[in-house]
């Protein structure tokens, strides 16, 4: 058979989703929002925005200035819905939380254990000093999203989430029963455990390149800056539950990317910042993990169903279609001044959204 007759035969591949959502992305602000919020608003109908820029988002005021300059820089005609979080600070008040109960456009707060990662020098060192906020959030159901790492810096960067749970994460579980909590990024066993062993008011998210590496994705062969994120890549093994949690069907266990985008400059630097971009083709990302595992059918739950049951919304009605397809991921999106690499930068993937 002659090439073209044989290409022609070829059964077009596609995968058609529910329209997923991000339930923890980064968009940052100034110039390099208006690249980074078209790759999310191509493939998301909503995501949840979170607060650490430079200056933090502290306040309602905060918040709503903030999704204003998302609106303004998405691509006209874009449906995209940025769901707004506040950053919680010693200095949140109670008041605060009162506030975002009432607010239609802000979603929850978000803890980083002060000194974590990326800009979370507002954020909170000893957490015995929010409990009455804490209290008013578990009262006026305002979920607590959670960056779960302790920061002491005897603490084995291997092993800091593990210890945030144990030593923090229970403690404020027990407390406050009724709080609803998202473990974002869960990188362990541990995490998976912990939460699949939890009441239905404790969550997590998990990102693309937990899925898809482990760290000798970061070490092997040299030391790959792209691959640097927090909380950072474990061993296979925590891969490995990583992978069954997510395509377990456990609604517990929904997708949150944690894209973070950094100017390369920055990435590729003697102290090189935290974070892996992924938002160009998140959705294609998660895909290749599913479908390595032979579980694509448990993919449209984890991205578009799970996540918008827990926070009480509405699914999503409309639709994405995948087509399987190689393409090659560029080495650089972003213009001069603000050039971001992508996750798995000149690698092929094998899905593209149409
Ligand atoms: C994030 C960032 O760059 O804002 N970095 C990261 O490695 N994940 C912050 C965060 O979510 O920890
Ligand atoms: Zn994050």
């Not at 940052?28 to 995501?47: M, P, Y």
């Not at 918008?308 to 213009?335: C, H, M, V």
């Amino acid at each position: 058979m002659d090439l073209i007759l044989q290409k022609s035969i070829q059964i077009m591949k596609t995968l058609t989703l529910i329209r997923p959502d991000d339930w923890h992305l980064h968009l940052r602000n100034g110039e390099i929002l208006k690249t980074v919020v078209a790759h999310s608003a191509r493939q998301f109908q909503r995501a949840m925005v979170m607060p650490n820029l430079k200056s933090p988002v502290v306040s309602v005021e905060d918040a709503l200035r903030y999704r204003a300059e998302i609106l303004q820089a998405l691509p006209s005609g874009s449906s995209f819905e940025p769901l707004m979080t506040l950053y919680l600070t010693p200095q949140t008040s109670v008041e605060d939380i009162q506030k975002v109960a009432e607010n239609p456009f802000i979603y929850a707060l978000k803890l980083y254990p002060a000194g974590a990662t990326t800009h979370s020098e507002s954020g909170v060192t000893n957490l015995n000093v929010i409990y009455p906020i804490l209290e008013a959030m578990q009262k006026y159901d305002v979920p607590l999203l959670i960056h779960g790492e302790v920061t002491d810096t005897n603490t084995d960067i291997f092993d800091r989430e593990r210890i945030f749970i144990e030593t923090q994460l229970i403690p404020i579980v027990a407390q406050f029963p009724d709080l609803k909590i998202v473990l974002e990024h869960v990188t362990t066993t541990e995490a998976v455990q912990f939460v699949s062993a939890a009441s239905q008011k404790i969550a997590a998210t998990i990102t693309p390149q937990h899925l898809l590496f482990n760290r000798n994705a970061l070490l092997v062969g040299g030391i790959k800056p792209h691959y640097y994120c927090l909380p950072i890549l474990k061993r296979e093994s925590h891969q490995r539950s990583l992978i069954a949690a997510a395509i377990s069907g456990n609604p517990k266990f929904f997708l949150g990317t944690d894209s973070a985008p950094h100017i390369t400059a920055l990435k590729e630097n003697a102290c090189g910042c935290a974070g892996c971009y992924s938002a160009f083709a998140a959705i294609e990302l998660y895909t290749e993990a599913f479908e390595k595992e032979n579980a694509l059918d448990k993919l449209e739950a984890f991205a578009a169903f799970y996540g918008a049951d827990f926070y009480g919304l509405p699914r999503n009605t409309t639709t994405i279609t995948l087509e399987k397809k190689s393409w090659e991921i560029p080495s650089q999106y972003g213009e001069k001044n603000h050039l971001i690499t992508p996750l798995n930068a000149n690698q092929t993937l094998h899905w593209k959204q149409q």
